[in-house]
């Protein structure tokens, strides 16, 4: 029995330590975000954040994960409300927005670890360029070839992310003045 | 356990609290999945109206929708019809799963068959629904039917404010008990308020959240987690693969693993899935592969010495025309063998009594599917339920069925539910491929650049019948499709957006079992046939120093093509001069190409922007433009994600993608040795829509395809004055090229 650390909550699993953390995601708790694509740390479709770092859940034995946060998709809008200082944990994070805003997706099934990569991306570089967007995401593919639209989600995002500390700030101002 | 789930943001209790249509059916089908007994098998009566509407007392409709939600948004596009026609707000329709029992058979999701004949057929049942519903309204209120007008399912009159009723008071949750007879009249395209709009995609809140059920989500009580296990990699099709021996001991140290085999069918199965991914790698088995492929040096010589059958396909005037012409080319090329390869592999999950099967997975194709389990459990069709849940995107005949029979058989040897997900390698090594193909063309114009004569020669092998599973279990011998149209190239493609008044197909059937398996690979060969045919096309206008957008304006009177050659040219901006004119020394060069091309209708064309680096043979592709007229566009916002990817694919498959395989086996296993497009080489997309309100629907998810192949390559040609011969371009095939 290993203890886990997911979405900030401390719990017991059943499988053995050589098991990749992505089966005891996907397998014994169930969780639907991060998904099984290659199992050989190719294409980011099981992508989770340990502490704070995108890692590739299908390669990741659950015994180097003692005493780590992990975050699965299903608690990003939690992660995200905790690192930018949120009142309340919104119910989808701007990245998730700007994806359906638009219309980026076609079967996805990529959307999982494309999520994971972008919120990492914004939360370290919330004004990143074209090239810097295209570089961070490099490692994870997608085969309905939604790439242009993703990026193009990922600057809107960044944009929103912008005016919303933008917006913190000034209120942050007027409360000093 | 439970703690997690409560406390983890967006699980159950707000999956729950989202509500909506389309989570609720996905409820409703879990619930069903026990193989419930009292629904008849299916498919339901075509003829009858309730086998495609149903109204509820809300107002609110379900439509049954015989097509699979592939990613392409089919299954809002349609919904989109329907709610024309009822004049229903969309928030008021919905859909429920794709199954056996419960939808109708309207063939598969395959050539671009949604839209072009699914939107027709559910726009029809939909306008004969309103009709027969107004029929009802002006008996209950005793007024003329066309006297009344309907909004969001309240019928009224316009004259007076008391006679009014609604679609839910007049039917709701009973049936119609009415023959579909199609002749009730549809909305005029001026009428039309949701049809031709980007109407958002009623599945992307849930996928972007991550609630969304894909077929790799599906677990089933008492359920087991099994695996395929197959030498990595398949060799020709008609040797399969032998057992020579199983060491069954070898996997004894995973508690509860187990192996199933029929003949040489051999599978294992365990409790949890790390257990059954690991016995699956640890069992020995020694196969017989015998060495009998060409590998990949060798087989383009096979497919052309070896023994075909031909057929001509188009004979239209007299090619002697060629020998006289002022202007002529001759032109041969290769295409390789290009995998489906489907971001997630293919996974299904069976449940196998001794009288019943219900077997879920991405099936294109359901009811077809049903059959081959049929067929392979020995039962009636009837016995079998099929239902399709979402994978990801497939892009035709992958492994879907070879999964579904996989489970099918692991289930009925156990007794229990069995999950069989493909690995990485099961997904690339034993894919059925879109076949290599090699061209030959011989095309000619005059001297005032019209084309007089259009001559080609295609070889490549036909669709595989019989799956993987079904071949190792049974014993039951390789075998091709029947021949049939697809199987021939492909006379649209090839010259037939021209005016050319003699053309000569000929198409070199080669027999495939002594090669890989083959399928339908989105817009199957297309690339291959007009990587030559428009290269040759282009070469023609460069021999008359004509610039290649005006040399195929001159030859196309069509309105569609030349709708779509304007549409990408003039997107492009592009600026009238020949290719090639001007080849500078520098070690990176560009180019830019054109190109026009289809699959079985609708039209397509392309430009390309290109970049090539002639020392290390790199070639960058900066610009796509894709035009496609697939008449009527329900969902534009749908129509330009699928030219986004067509143009995205289309990069993938001209730059990286080639199945590689030795004597005995396939070696592309992975994303590695199989790599496909990439963020940092995704070109920039201009996708155009050339709308078409008052057309028939003609499918829109691989016509553009085609067209940007050609552009690429005359691009290529545009930036080094030379033209390759085969794809992908690799940067050692793209030396070879600039140093011959």
Known sequence: MASLTINGVSIEVQAGDDTPLLYVLSDELQLQGPRFGCGLAQCGSCSVLVDGVETRACVTPIASLKNKAITTLEGISAYYAAQTGLASIPQTTPVQDALVEEQALQCGYCYNGMIIKATELLLNNPDPTDAEIRSAMNGHLCRCGTYPKIISAIKKASRTIQLARQSAADSSMEGIV | ?740
């Open chain 2, 1 to 740: 356990m439970k703690n997690l789930l409560t406390s983890v943001p967006m699980q159950r209790r707000s999956l729950l609290k989202a509500g909506g249509a389309l989570i609720i059916n996905f409820n409703l089908q879990t619930a069903s999945f026990g193989q419930n007994q009292s629904l008849a098998a299916g498919p339901p009566d075509p003829g009858q109206i309730d086998s495609w509407i149903a109204i509820h007392q809300d107002n609110s409709a379900t439509v049954f929708i015989g097509f699979a939600e592939l990613g392409q948004g089919c299954s809002t596009a349609l919904l989109q019809v329907a709610a024309e026609e009822l004049d229903l707000s969309m928030s008021q329709v919905s859909t429920i799963g794709l199954d056996t029992h419960i939808s109708p058979n309207q063939g598969g999701t395959y050539s671009s068959s949604a839209m072009r004949v699914g939107g027709p057929q559910i726009q029809r049942a939909a306008a004969e629904a309103r009709q027969a519903l107004l029929e009802m309204a002006a008996t209950q209120l005793q007024v003329e039917a066309d006297s009344l007008q309907v909004e969001n399912g309240i019928i009224s009159s316009p004259w007076n404010n008391a006679l009014t009723t609604s679609y839910g008071e007049l039917i709701g949750n009973r049936q119609f008990n009415l023959a579909f007879t199609g002749n009730a009249p549809v909305k005029s395209p001026d009428d039309y308020k949701l049809v031709g709009t980007p109407y958002p995609r009623n599945d992307f809140p849930l996928k972007a959240r991550g609630i969304y059920r894909y077929i790799q989500h599906i677990r089933l009580p008492n359920m087991l987690h099994g695996r395929i296990v197959r030498p990595r990699g398949q060799g020709a099709y008609k040797d399969g693969v032998q057992v020579v021996a199983i060491n069954e001991d070898s996997i004894a140290t995973i508690p509860g693993a187990r192996v199933l085999r029929q003949n040489n069918f051999v599978g294992v199965v365990a409790q949890t899935e790390w257990d059954a991914v690991k016995a699956a790698q640890q069992l020995e088995v020694t196969w017989e592969q015998p060495a009998s492929l060409p590998g990949n040096e060798n087989l383009f010589e096979q497919m052309e010495k070896g023994m075909t059958n031909e057929r001509v396909a188009v004979e239209e005037g007299d090619i002697s025309a060629f020998n006289t012409a002022f202007a002529r080319t001759e032109f041969k090329a290769h295409g390789p063998y290009q995998a489906h390869v489907p971001f997630a592999p293919n996974c299904a999950v069976a449940d196998v009594s001794q009288n019943s099967a219900m077997v879920m997975c991405s099936s294109q194709d359901i009811y077809n599917t049903r059959t081959s389990i049929a067929n392979l459990l020995d039962m009636d069709t009837e016995q079998v339920r099929v239902q399709f849940h979402d994978g990801a995107g497939t892009f035709g005949h992958s492994c879907w069925d070879d999964v579904a029979q996989a489970a099918a058989l692991m289930s009925s040897l156990t007794g229990q539910p069995v999950r069989v997900q493909l690995m990485r390698w099961d997904e690339h090594g034993w894919d059925t491929y879109g076949p290599a193909h090699i061209g030959k063309t011989r095309v000619a114009a005059d001297s005032n650049g019209k084309l007089v004569s259009y001559e080609y020669e295609g070889w490549q092998h036909h669709w595989s019948l019989i799956e993987t599973s079904e071949q190792t279990a049974r014993g039951t011998p390789a075998a091709e499709w029947p021949p049939f149209p697809a199987q021939q190239i492909n006379p649209r493609t090839l010259g037939g957006m021209y005016d050319i008044p003699n053309r000569y197909l000929l198409n070199h059937h080669v027999p495939g079992l002594d090669y890989l398996k083959g399928a339908w690979l989105r817009s199957p060969v297309d690339l291959s046939f007009s990587f030559v045919s428009e290269q040759a096309i282009d070469d023609l206008a460069f021999q008359l120093g004509m610039d290649p957008w005006q040399f195929r304006q001159q030859n196309i009177s069509e309105y569609h093509w030349l709708g779509v050659l304007d549409a990408a040219a003039e997107a492009a901006n592009w600026q009238l001069r020949p290719a090639a004119e001007n080849l500078p020394d520098a070690a990176i060069v560009k180019g830019r190409g054109i190109g026009v091309g289809t699959h079985l209708a609708s039209y397509g064309g392309a430009v390309a922007e290109i970049e090539v680096n002639k020392r290390s043979g790199e070639v960058k592709i900066l610009h796509l433009y894709g035009a496609i007229d697939a008449g009527l566009v329900v969902n534009t916002s749908n129509v330009e994600n699928q030219i986004i990817g067509q143009l995205v694919q289309t990069a993938s498959r001209m730059l990286l993608e080639e199945v590689t395989f030795s004597k005995t086996n396939v070696t592309s296993l992975d994303w590695a040795s199989y790599p496909i497009l990439r963020f940092e080489q995704c070109p920039e997309i201009t996708p155009v829509i050339v709308q078409r309100l008052n057309e028939a629907p003609s499918g829109a998810g691989e016509e553009v395809m085609a067209a940007a192949a050609a552009a690429i390559a005359n691009a290529f040609f545009d930036a080094t004055g030379k033209r390759m011969t085969m794809y992908p371009f690799t940067p050692e095939r793209v030396r070879e090229t600039l140093a011959g």
